[in-house]
Nanobody
Framework: VQLQASGGGLVQAGDSLRLSCAVS????????LGWFRQAPGKEREFIAA????????YYSDSARGRFTISRDNAKNTAYLQMNSPKPEDTAVYYCAASSYSAYDQLVRGHPNYWGQGTQVTVSS
């Protein structure tokens, strides 16, 4: 199983950025997808999750209203649209996947699979 995150980089506060997570090795449409992040010196934190069929989403307080998680089951890819990012959003962002029955498990930070991270740096 591979989860390949991409799209990170340096962005100015207030600009937009979209992260992608390409998944292979599992039946993508049967998996809950999620995004987490880890800033230097801090624990990894949950950002957003989307159900296997895209009908349900869940966000952390820090992400709600600014970030949008989505998925394209035809492309086996999940996305995190980051609007109006702030310097405090600077972190390594990780995608994660869990079987459809383990939605809560993913949200609690225990997914079946982790991807490698992509660095997002927001300058002020």
């Amino acid at each position: 199983v591979q989860l390949q995150a991409s799209g990170g980089g340096l962005v100015q506060a207030g600009d937009s950025l979209r992260l992608s997570c390409a998944v292979s090795g599992v039946t993508f449409s049967s998996y809950t997808l999620g995004w987490f992040r880890q800033a230097p010196g801090k624990e990894r934190e949950f950002i957003a999750a989307i159900s296997y069929n895209g009908e349900n989403t869940y966000y952390s307080d820090s992400a709600r209203g600014r970030f949008t998680i989505s998925r394209d089951n035809a492309k086996n890819t999940a996305y995190l649209q980051m609007n109006s990012p702030k310097p405090e959003d600077t972190a390594v962002y990780y995608c994660a996947a869990s079987s459809y029955s383990a939605y809560d498990q993913l949200v609690r930070g225990h997914p079946n699979y982790w991807g490698q991270g992509t660095q997002v740096t927001v300058s002020s």
